[in-house]
């Protein structure tokens, strides 16, 4: 049966459209745009605009960025008629959502640095408000996605740039469907499929998506209600399916009782924009008087602060103090902020209720974060007595069930006892299905395992209850010698990193000398931070499943946490070694210096300047690190303490990072099984966790033989005829790379069980680059290649231990090898510098040097010096070349390229134009020479300074 194409997937799409009440209008140009928004104004405002007036209308809409034009979009507009009178208009209907125009366009083609031609547009009151992008079944729907990101860079902010209006991004190869917001910095990570109310999938754009998702009215309410306009990064955000549906079941409970409800999604899925929104959104309701969001750290207080306060600029203030929380209730400050503990002295201490007092019977709405932690107190008991109209939500990604409830004074309490029903639940499964959140690699470290794996260090840790045995130092030694050997196959070369826990400050304190002995005997060059305070049940004995949350960072007071001194003075010493690391001076002498030592861990592990973060408790519940892939565990964690453990390492970040990395050194396999039965049930163990490495092993030698069927040999790649077979080459050894990016974490991973050779591999990785350089040098050419919106995703080749200074060390190793083994070792070098993306650009000066430089050095040690002086020198004549032959100003082009490396974004054409001396180009030259200049640019600093270290 043939495939369906392009254009009768386009015209299907298109009719379903127009039955659900779209208007089809041809709109081939910019021009027949223009008409049709002013016609579409008119009718929506019921006016009319004249000509001079309508020029207004388009100087209002021209102005600003994406994300200004968004805020442009959805705020009433003003204008002075001709005649002097005022009149005041919209673009769109944001409160009743419904009340719009709308219509259906295809093929608008638009021109800008190049002519492109956009397939299906949905046009609101005549603006383009959501852009569908189509490729033929069998196609990657990434294609559609990286076609869309070269529209944004070639077209859509063109002419009168009414493009920069799509809020909306829909692709679709037919079967497969997703949608994303208007941010041209997002990955393709960020894009989301949409579902129904039971998680199931509507991935058919003509059989599901469509009738459900593009409705009029569904995608105005998304427009209107459900896209965040993010202030901090000046980005717009959409919300996935299941973030929508929860919001809507806490809207619909406010409005129509006065019922509690609990929302479960899964830890990693967004929870912080879904109780945000829902809160922005019920404070909007005249019927409630306030809604107060409540967190159990004061951490938490703050990040959820600025978390709010970057989805909508000065929408909470914080609140320092209960004297603060108090004045807020007191004041029409709509939505607050705080944690559980200032709430409760709010409430219950004598010198507040005054003020407290004329609150009780107002309508006020409680949203608890992290409902699973905080609410199994005397405090939920006191907040429900004390307010006679309050309605509580909480929000959880493992919920307390009977199976995994502690027992306090109060008994035992489920979620389900404190909050009523759950209102929508989006599981761990669900998320790793969506791609939302990654799979964990669990490997169990200890001689319980078979003796044929690499995971057999011998040690004592199945079950055993010998407090002595399990704390010994020997056992430490072996772990700390198994971490440092194995953590960069973890973290890929350190590409991310780690958090180590343990059973309890005494054993961390073990834990930490001895990383700290190796380091200082010259064993590891690890950064290793750590923090800890007092808890009362340290061991957890029962295991409970609860993570108890440290003194320290939960109190207001400034008292000092109840540490043994013995305890404080190892922990100021740590701080001392995290001063010396970092130059910073922390301290435990007070609450707010140690506060702000606990920010500074978390602001550097999430920027990647800490390699193991080692703790008892903290930081496992609640901290997002995207980077953060692996933890390594001593301690007996089980149920939700497990899961919320376990999910510091599953967030998304690039292709590079596959799986959550789980290092466990006891017996965790019948706990874990047990945690994830109880959050989704007994089948989702195959789901959430990764295969046994063997299946890899047998997925990569079939992904080999398919690679063979395009490209048999290394040399055969030269010969692909067509665009079309490169393209089936590079998917072939794409996936080829995938899994051995996924197999290089697992202890047991050896090239000999692969079909694949590792120099085969090198050598087919060479030319897939080969291929991606050709890509690169051919985009600026007006024929569009078919290969442009592949993803070569060259994070799977990156490597940073392979760098200029890796390379130097090599050529030391040439330079004292005997004649006959020099010039095997020089092909080596290069073959080297041709498989490395971050090399390519600086392979023809590696070999230069190789050639004329390296015979004439005497001493091996002065080769890093040698290798300097000519790269300066190579450096200082490019640099002449490029302004003589460019004629540039030297000074300003300098200039540009120091602003270029600080500024890490691509300098302008403008820009470039302006550091020609003398007569500027003609407008019909302008685009060539300006692109050109970029490219010279672009290529001088991807050759001479990024990643040069020398």
């Known amino acids: 049966m043939p495939t369906e194409s392009e254009q009768i997937l386009e015209n299907k799409l298109v009719q379903q459209l127009q039955s659900l009440g779209y208007s089809k209008v041809s709109v081939p140009n910019e021009e027949a745009l223009l008409a ?3 016609v579409q104004l008119e009718k929506h405002n019921g006016v009319t605009f004249s000509a001079d007036e309508f020029k207004k209308v388009i ?6 960025s994406v994300f200004e034009k968004a805020k442009t979009l959805r705020e009433k507009q003003h204008l002075i008629r001709d005649n002097g009178d005022n009149l005041y208009f919209e673009f769109l209907n944001t409160e009743h959502w419904c009340q719009n125009l709308y219509q ?12 492109n031609r956009y397939d299906v547009t949905l046009l609101v009151n005549g603006l383009p408000l959501v ?3 189509l490729k033929r079944r069998g196609l990657e729907m990434k294609e559609a996605f990286n076609q869309v990101n070269r529209y944004q860079r070639h077209s859509f902010g063109s002419n009168s740039a009414l493009f920069q209006y799509v809020q909306i991004f829909v692709i679709s190869n037919g079967v497969n469907t997703k949608y994303y917001a208007n941010n041209r910095y997002q990955s393709f990570k960020q894009t989301f499929y949409w579902s129904d109310k039971s998680n199931n999938r509507l991935t058919n754009i003509l059989n599901g998506f469509t009738s459900e998702f593009l409705e009029p009215c569904h995608v105005s309410k998304m427009i209107c209600k459900y896209i965040v306009l993010n202030e901090t990064n000046k980005i717009l955000m959409v919300l996935r399916p299941y973030q929508f549906y929860a919001v809507e079941a806490m809207i619909d409970k406010v409005k129509n009782s006065n019922h509690n409800g609990y929302i479960w999604h899964t830890t990693g899925s967004g929870k912080t924009l879904t109780s945000f929104k829902a809160s922005q959104i019920i404070t909007q309701m005249p019927q409630v008087k306030k809604v107060v969001f409540v967190v159990d750290r004061k951490d938490l207080d703050y990040q959820t602060t600025k978390e709010f306060n970057s989805f909508s600029k000065g929408s909470i203030g914080g609140t320092d103090n209960t004297k603060a929380l108090v004045k807020q209730f007191e004041d029409d400050t709509k939505l607050i902020v705080t944690t559980i503990q200032k709430l409760n002295t709010a409430i ?7 003020k407290m007092k004329p609150l009780q019977n107002e309508r006020i709405v409680f949203i608890f974060d992290e409902c699973h932690r905080s609410q199994f107190g005397d405090t939920h008991n006191r907040i429900k007595d004390f307010f006679d109209n309050h309605q509580m939500f909480g929000f959880t990604g493992t919920p307390i069930f009977a199976d995994n409830a502690a027992k306090n004074d109060l008994g035992k309490r489920t979620t389900k006892d404190l909050f009523g029903e759950c209102l929508h639940k989006y599981v761990i499964t669900d998320a790793i299905k969506d791609e939302n959140v990654l799979k964990f690699a669990v490997e169990y470290v200890g001689n319980f395992k078979r003796k044929d794996t690499a ?3 011998d040690i004592e840790v199945e079950d055993i209850d010998r407090k002595e045995l399990m704390e010994s130092t020997d056992r430490v030694e072996k772990i700390v010698d ?17 958090m180590f826990c343990v059973s309890s400050t005494d054993m961390l304190v073990k834990y930490y000398d001895s990383f700290k002995r190796k380091k200082d005997n010259g064993e590891h060059n690890l950064k290793v931070a750590t923090i800890f305070s007092y808890v009362a049940n340290e061991e957890d004995a029962d295991a409970t499943g609860f993570i108890p949350e440290e003194v320290s960072v939960v109190e207001e007071s400034p008292a000092l946490y109840g540490l043994h001194q013995h305890k404080r003075d190892k922990l100021e010493s740590y701080i001392g070694d995290y001063n010396k690391m970092y130059g910073t001076n922390f301290s435990t002498k007070d609450s707010q210096s140690f506060y702000n030592y606990y920010n500074d861990i978390s602001k550097k592990v999430k920027e990647k300047k800490i390699d193991i973060l080692l703790v008892v408790n903290m930081f496992l519940t609640g901290f997002d690190s995207p980077p953060l892939n692996t933890l390594y565990v001593d301690k007996n964690l089980r149920f939700h303490g497990l899961i919320q453990a376990y999910s510091r390492t599953n967030r998304i970040l690039n292709e590079q990072k596959s799986q959550g990395e789980i290092v466990v050194f006891r017996n965790l396999k019948k706990a874990t099984d047990e945690a994830i039965t109880l959050f ?34 290394v040399d055969s790649v030269n010969d692909l005829v067509s665009e079309e077979d490169e393209l089936e080459f590079i998917k072939a050894f794409r996936e080829v790379m995938r899994l051995k990016n996924t197999m290089g974490s697992f202890a047991d991973f050896d090239w000999e069980d692969l079909m694949i050779e590792e120099q085969i591999f090198n050598d087919y990785r060479s030319k897939y680059l080969d291929l991606h350089d050709k890509v690169k040098e051919d985009h600026g050419k007006q024929k569009v290649s078919i290969l442009e919106d592949v993803d070569f995703e060259l994070e799977l080749i990156h490597r940073d231990e392979i760098n200029v200074t890796y390379i130097l060390k090599l050529l030391a190793e040439i330079k004292d090898t005997s004649e006959s083994e020099k010039q095997k070792k020089k092909k080596e070098v290069v073959d080297l510098i041709a498989g490395e993306a971050n090399l390519r650009s600086k392979r023809l000066l590696i070999e230069k040097f190789i050639e004329e430089n390296l015979p004439l050095v005497i001493e091996t040690e002065t080769i890093p010096q040698e290798f300097e002086k000519f790269w300066s020198e190579e450096q200082r004549k490019a640099f002449d070349q490029l302004v003589e032959k460019e004629n540039l100003d030297k000074d300003k082009t300098k200039r540009l390229i120091e602003n270029y490396l600080f500024a890490e974004r691509e300098p302008l054409r403008d820009e470039l134009l302006a550091l020609i001396n003398g007569k500027q180009p003609s407008v019909l030259k302008r685009k060539e020479i300006g692109d050109r200049l970029n490219k010279k640019v672009v290529n001088f600093v991807e050759t001479f300074i990024n990643g040069v270290e020398i």
């Open 482 to 498: 198994y971490i440092i050997a194995n953590h960069n196959r973890k973290t890929h070369s350190r590409e991310f990193t780690a």
């Open 348 to 354: 219950s201490k004598k010198r507040y209720l005054e």
């Open 131 to 133: 852009q569908i992008e």
């Open 455 to 457: 995971t057999e260090i």
């Open 104 to 115: 259906v366009t295809q093929q608008v083609t638009i021109e800008g640095s190049y002519k």
């Open 36 to 38: 049709n928004l002013k």
């Open 680 to 713: 989704s049930n007994k089948d989702a163990i195959e789901v959430i966790i990764m295969e046994p490495y063997e299946d890899y092993v047998a997925k990569s030698n079939d992904a080999f033989k398919k690679l063979l069927e395009v490209a048999p040999t």
């Open 59 to 64: 100087n209002i809409l021209s102005k600003g």
